[in-house]
């Protein structure tokens, strides 16, 4: 036993995170290469995000994929909370969360925990989250999830169905569980406490509304996890299934160290950046280059801390073999950091051109996708 508080909970990710470490403390299994073909089997090819190994755990993610060739009714659950403007880090699991669907052809349950929120946030009244909340469900939208298929609300617009779940979940998980999972303390404020029973309700909504059998699967970062792990407590004493996961890794922030997180908005790329923003952004990140260009041609950058490298990697460079031969360049000394930052600038910027063109069209839909009392 040790009374620290988690490194990882869904409220705080501190420093380096140890992946393996990580995997063995939430008891989550690897994505391993037999289940990546098993569901090439299914994709065709592997999203870009496997291929990185981005997306690198799972729960039962294998028995999911069974349900699947069985007939059993799959599911996608998947959320935001919305405390501020979405960042790219954000859409990782909501890119993955789209090819799952496209594949799978699943339907998906979208939670905007705007209740949660609200209960974390220090200064924020409670119209000021619902403006963030409706802000983000237009990036959701812009992602390009399929609206016969996509049913996304809010806590506090969707309270009656919700609730109804999550009392059901709540009276299963004692305080003392809660406790040791979430790392509440006695100055806690009890709605925070209740809050993960909200944020499981999702995993049973389906069961429940339309009264079928259905197997749930959640793309999220692994920061989420903690409510799994309560959920899957749960659901075969409620008659579930047991939800499956797979989780992603942290895109890191800008700067030097830490995942991107809202909090340090210059090490951030907000999809709402003006162009001008991510060029000072991206001029400004951290990378693994020499001090001097002499240096860098002689002695070769290191691209494994370079959060440029990193961006191409994650993200912004498809092909497999380019990404390859930054790598290699970057090491001989043959690129230089300034010719990086500009392609990735370039990059990111007709991205997010793209993403706020889609936004805009979202306004005129997003009534197609909303679930309300
Ligand atoms: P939130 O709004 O903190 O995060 C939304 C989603 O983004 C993931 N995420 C990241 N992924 C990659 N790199 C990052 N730097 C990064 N930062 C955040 C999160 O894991 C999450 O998947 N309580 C939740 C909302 C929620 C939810 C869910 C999330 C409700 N139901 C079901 C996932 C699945 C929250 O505040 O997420």
């Excluded at 010719?339 to 991205?351: A, N």
């Amino acid at each position: 036993m040790h009374n620290e508080m988690p490194k990882v909970t869904p409220w705080e990710v501190r420093g380096e995170v140890d992946y393996d470490e990580l995997m063995k403390e939430f008891g989550v299994e690897p994505l391993t290469n037999e289940l990546l073909e098993r569901l090439k089997k299914f994709s065709g090819g592997l999203h870009l995000l496997l291929r990185r190994g981005v997306f690198f755990a799972h729960r039962d993610f294998g028995e999911w994929m069974d349900s699947y060739e069985r007939g059993i009714r799959v599911v996608l659950y998947t959320g935001r909370g919305p405390s501020g403007n979405t960042h790219i880090g954000h859409l990782i699991p909501w890119i993955f969360t789209k090819y799952l669907q496209d594949v799978f052809k699943a339907i998906l349950y979208f939670q905007v925990t705007d209740d949660e929120k609200f209960l974390i946030s220090t200064g924020a009244e409670i119209d000021e989250i619902r403006r963030y909340a409706y802000d983000n469900i237009l990036d959701v939208i812009a992602i390009g999830f399929d609206p016969n298929r996509t049913k996304i609300f809010t806590n506090l617009d969707y309270t009656k169905e919700i609730y109804n779940i999550a009392v059901r979940v709540a009276k299963h998980v004692t305080f003392s569980t809660a406790k040791a999972t979430f790392g509440f303390t006695e100055s806690s404020n009890i709605g925070i406490i209740f809050f993960p029973a909200m944020q499981a309700a999702p995993c049973f909504i389906h069961q429940i509304i339309e009264n079928e059998d259905a197997h749930v699967l959640i793309p999220c970062a692994v920061d989420q996890e903690p409510y799994w792990r309560i959920s899957r407590d749960v659901a075969p004493k409620l008659g579930f299934r047991k939800p499956a996961g797979i989780y992603s890794k942290f895109i890191p922030g800008l700067g030097a160290g830490g995942k991107m997180s809202a909090s340090l908005p210059e090490t951030c790329i907000f999809l709402s950046d003006s162009p001008n923003d991510v060029r000072r952004k991206i001029w400004n990140a951290f990378t693994g280059g020499q001090p001097t260009l002499k240096e860098q041609r002689e002695k070769g950058g290191n691209p494994e801390v370079c959060v440029i490298y990193w961006y191409f990697y994650y993200i912004f460079e498809e092909d497999d073999k380019k990404v390859q031969e930054l790598y290699e360049e970057c090491r001989r000394g043959n690129v230089i950091c300034g010719d990086c930052k500009r392609g990735l600038t370039d990059k990111i910027i007709k991205f997010l051109m793209e993403h706020q063109r889609r936004r805009r069209e979202a306004e005129g839909i997003i009534d197609k996708f909303l679930l309300k009392d």
